[in-house]
């Protein structure tokens, strides 16, 4: 939020109808450059690589920073935006369970035209800045307000001595919602950064560690932490907190580690604020035997802990890790894909189970933080796809045929269309410990239990077998008829319309 934006909006951002996530990202991008707002997309742009698919492909990106605020203690969420979007964003978080209020302050062409969405925030955040309440309030710009340059950034940084965090989370700005969590964690641990440096900060609710410990980054399966925690003991090390924390002032004992483990490699934004706290950031994870062993090594080296030790840790856990897996078998071709960015740990752990990999996708961008896992999956012949679009996950089941596709929403439909046993990554796979020898063995049930079951999509195809495909499916007096022409008369009128705005457009 360093943009050094004029506070004036810009009413260009609506001079269309039906801008969004769906259209008009060019349109967006412009307006909101010329609002003032090229500093924070030109980060966005180093930070977030766009990929073949350069809007969503799933959800808004902005419920990445939504549930990271919804999910920190005293911390109150505010959306500014579009109706239509806010009114998605708060049925997805509570369809997540989030049980949290989410403020909005709502717009119209002509308060955001005239600045007065600006004051409305403003007079907003002042009213909630109740410290017994809140640490924190966080505001988050949608689309037509980063486009029109609603300038966040000169909100009071305090009020009351509640933190105010304005940042803006635009889909033609952040590709992922993955990473659009890293957009909020990284403002928090800026924030926190300088408030140490300051002077001194709230400790820990537990206490401080006596050990030195490893900041986790990345949302996990909450037993993952703890595995993690009794995989370091060995070493003389512990388990810090989870980023995104919970909590404000878990933030600083983030900072105050010996190590970070980049178990999500899309945190680019956090890594810079841990790279300024003169941390160390170790990539992968420790899953499986191969990358269980090292993780452990790499953990040990960057915070100088001697070989002994590293060997003791990994003796006590790799047979551990190494039992689980043979007991565990998983036999069948699988395709993966998922925007969770724990994609790749999750075929890693498929493949030493038995499981013939040969395709994993995934929404968020490469870094060096994968790289690891990218060389181990790569040396066993699974292709990887950073970026993956719909399109290629689709793909890869096309090409692949496997027993079992795991993936989106739309690719688990897909499979099932082929009658193909398809497994949700996010509500499924993630929903499960990964991490040393919990997460050996623990994929491989549900996954085998769905790969048995194909026998029933072959039922069920035999059951619905003509009821239609596409827009013909279900039972019909009169099959619906497809009309070309309409649509190209539609599409001849909308392009008139364009240039007809174009010529009133005001120069
Ligand atoms: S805020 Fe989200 S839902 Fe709304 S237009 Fe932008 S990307 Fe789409």
Redesign the pocket.
């Known amino acids: 939020m360093a943009d050094d934006a004029p506070i004036l909006s810009n009413p260009q951002a609506l001079n269309s109808d039906g801008l ?2 769906h259209s008009g990202k060019d349109k967006m991008l412009e307006a909101a450059k010329a609002a003032g707002k090229s500093i924070t997309l030109e980060q966005y742009a180093k930070d977030y690589p766009k990929g073949p698919h350069d809007q ?1 492909q799933s959800m ?3 419920f990445g920073s939504l549930r990271v605020g919804l999910r920190m203690r005293r911390t109150a969420t505010v959306l500014s ?2 109706a239509c ?1 806010v009114y ?1 964003l708060t049925f997805t978080s509570h369809f997540y369970g989030a049980r949290r209020t989410v403020g909005y302050v709502p717009f119209n062409s002509e308060t955001l035209v005239t600045g007065k969405l600006f004051e409305d925030i403003r007079e907003a955040v002042f009213k909630l800045a109740d410290p017994v309440n809140y640490d924190a309030i966080v505001i988050i710009n ?2 037509v307000p980063t486009a029109s340059g609603v300038p966040l950034q000169i909100l009071p940084k305090e009020i009351n001595g509640v933190r105010v965090i304005g940042i803006d989370v ?2 033609f700005g952040v590709p992922t919602h993955a990473e659009a969590k890293d957009v909020l964690a990284a403002a928090m641990l800026r924030y926190a950064r300088s408030e140490a440096e300051a002077g001194p900060v709230q400790a820990p609710r537990g206490g401080i560690s006596a050990k030195p410990t490893i900041t986790l980054l990345g949302e996990m399966f909450p037993a993952d932490p703890v595995i993690i925690g009794m995989m370091l003991e060995p070493m003389g090390l512990a388990a810090g907190p989870v980023v995104p924390t919970r909590e404000w002032r878990e933030l600083y004992s983030a900072l105050d580690c010996a190590a970070v483990a980049a178990i999500h490699p899309f945190y680019t934004a956090s890594v810079r604020e841990f790279d300024a706290a003169g941390r160390k950031v170790v990539a992968s994870a420790p899953v499986g035997h191969d990358g269980t062993e090292a993780w452990l090594q790499a953990i040990g080296q960057a915070t100088n802990v001697s070989q002994a030790l590293i060997d003791a840790a990994k003796n006590r856990f790799l047979p551990a890790i190494k039992g689980a897996l043979a007991k565990m078998p998983i036999k069948g071709r699988i395709t993966l894909s998922g925007y969770e960015g724990s994609e790749l740990l999750v075929a890693r752990l498929l493949v030493e189970s038995g499981a013939d990999v040969r395709y994993v996708g995934t929404a968020c961008p490469q870094t060096k933080w994968s790289d690891p896992d990218r060389e181990w999956l790569a040396a066993k012949g699974v292709h990887v796809q950073y970026r993956a679009s719909l399109e290629q996950d689709i793909a890869a089941i096309r090409e692949f045929q496997p027993d079992l596709a795991i993936g989106t929403t739309p690719v688990v439909q897909y499979a099932k269309e082929r009658k193909t046993p398809a497994l949700y990554f996010t509500n499924l796979i993630s929903a499960r410990p990964l991490m040393g020898p919990a997460g050996a063995g623990s994929l491989a049930t549900v996954i085998n239990a769905a790969m048995a079951n194909r026998d029933r999509f072959l039922a069920m195809d035999e059951f619905f077998e003509g009821v239609g495909k596409g827009d013909n499916a279900g039972v019909w007096e009169e099959l619906p008829k497809a009309r070309p022409e309409f649509r190209a008369s539609y599409a001849k009128k909308m392009e008139k319309a364009r240039k007809a705005s174009k010529v009133e457009e005001p120069i």
């Open positions: 969004g996530c969503p808004c990106p902005a935006g579009s979007c998605g949608l689309c635009p889909g």
